[in-house]
């Protein structure tokens, strides 16, 4: 007779009991945009420090909180790079909130124990205001922490912005034109704002990293995080009521930031929005496929050439950060898809790329490709299902009959009259039609 065959038993569901790991830290940090990027990043900083627990919210994925919960702020953090992939348990967050959960976040914005406030909330998230969005949610926090009486708060925004504590602290000031003077006073001297520099390409977890979470650690993980083993965070500004070890885990506290966001936005940022654009025109669909594309791997380096004679930082760092920046891309452990990277094209390409190419005009050069990564943009917005604030307006002008000067024209009218540039765009969409073909 054959020998019965033991059926295999599933791993175990992750939580703290099961994984062996303490009880949650206290709350002292709250977290507004909860997704994939804060769990591989800001979150694995805090976990340097073990007596700061983060309440972290979400205001567009009702799941995933409840997923969190259920195994009681417990994920797993795979680590992907050429080699086997490494998987580590991350227990910072000691609580998931949905943002519906509104008595909860006034709560926790309210408490004195609660030190800080960092957001990762898109670079469209600071210039609304009103009706829920997160400007609003924040300043409805705030409020409701200088009743209670006012104890100082650190916010700490986390997105791609030049200069992002200002321009938070901007955002906090319109929207509380309408507050009382003695809060606005209060928003003023004791809430502060500290400017950050991230890094970690972190995509889309797939079913798959599920599989292979439970396979490194042993536990059913129904909320894998993937990113790349590379990861920095610089920071400058105060903190009034203290702050995690950040330094721990190798945060860097710094007394400028200024070239190093120009630095990763033009050189990491703005290689990654000209392949976002131009790859799927030529038929790539992931970062890595991209930069093995000669055509386009031509187009980045010239990129770099070109971000390099306006950037501030010595040369000899600038060519060290591209030399790991080309090692990242070309990285088969992530899978980091063009189109992901294309959503919200209308926000990223003024901070990314229109710096570069307002300075090469003004001394009368047409960098090819900047006028690459608006071509590949005019044909995205053409061709595909567009996600960005601004989708319908632009989805109409560029599927009108007038080329690439409105659209140009929705992100600068200055460069829409420059007919030299607007030429050379129309031109290159042919250019990158002809080549896929």
């Not at 709250?30 to 591989?40: I, P, W």
């Not at 259920?70 to 949905?98: C, F, K, M, W």
């Not at 229109?354 to 009368?364: F, Q, T, W």
Request: glycine share 8%; proline share 7%.
């Amino acid at each position: 007779m054959p020998t019965p065959q033991t059926p295999p038993t599933s791993p175990p569901r992750l939580t703290r009991a099961s994984a062996g790991t303490g009880p949650p830290a206290p709350v002292r940090a709250v977290h507004l945009g909860l997704g994939a990027f804060h769990r591989a990043h800001q979150a694995v900083y805090t976990m340097a420090d073990p007596d700061w627990g983060v309440a972290a919210y979400t205001f567009r994925n009702a799941d995933l909180p409840r997923t969190l919960t259920e195994q009681d702020g417990l994920y797993t953090l795979q680590v992907r790079g050429n080699g086997q992939p490494q998987a580590e348990l991350v227990d910072s967050i000691s609580r998931a909130h949905p943002g519906g959960d509104t008595e909860r976040w006034l709560a926790d914005l309210a408490s004195p124990d609660v030190a800080l406030l960092t957001l990762t909330i898109t670079e469209a998230g600071y210039r609304t205001a009103g009706d829920g969005s997160a400007i609003d949610r924040v300043l409805a926090g705030l409020r409701g922490r200088h009743r209670a009486g006012g104890a100082p708060i650190a916010l700490v925004p986390c997105d791609n912005l030049p200069g992002n504590g200002d321009v938070l602290r901007e955002a906090m000031r319109g929207a509380a034109e309408g507050e009382d003077s003695t809060f606005r006073s209060w928003l003023e001297e004791h809430v502060s704002f500290v400017d950050t520099v991230v890094d970690r390409i972190t995509p889309v977890a797939g079913e798959d990293d599920a599989t292979t979470a439970a396979r490194l650690t042993g536990f059913a993980d129904h909320a894998p995080v993937v990113t790349e083993p590379f990861s920095e965070w610089l920071l400058a500004g105060r903190f009034p009521l203290g702050r995690p070890a950040w330094e721990n885990a190798g945060a860097r506290f710094v007394d400028d930031l200024a070239g190093y966001e120009q630095r990763k936005l033009w050189f990491l940022n703005g290689a990654h929005t000209l392949l976002a654009y131009t790859g799927p025109a030529l038929g790539c669909a992931t970062v890595d496929e991209a930069v093995r594309h000669p055509p386009l791997a031509a187009l980045v380096e010239s990129w770099w050439d070109t971000a390099s004679r306006h950037a501030s930082l010595p040369a000899e760092d600038l060519a060290d950060y591209r030399d790991r920046l080309l090692r990242r891309f070309s990285s088969r452990g992530i899978r980091h898809r063009l189109l992901h990277i294309a959503v919200g094209g209308s926000e990223k390409l003024p901070a990314r790329i229109l710096p570069v190419l307002r300075a090469e005009r003004s001394r009368l050069r047409l960098p090819e490709p900047a006028v690459a990564a608006l071509a590949g943009w005019l044909i995205h917005l053409r061709d595909r299902d567009v996600v960005d604030p601004r989708a319908d307006e632009l989805v109409t002008l560029a599927r009108s009959a007038d080329g690439a000067r409105p659209v140009v024209a929705a992100l600068d009218a200055a460069l829409a009259d420059d007919r030299e540039l607007i030429t050379a765009v129309d031109d290159y969409v042919d250019h990158l039609r002809r080549s896929a073909v």
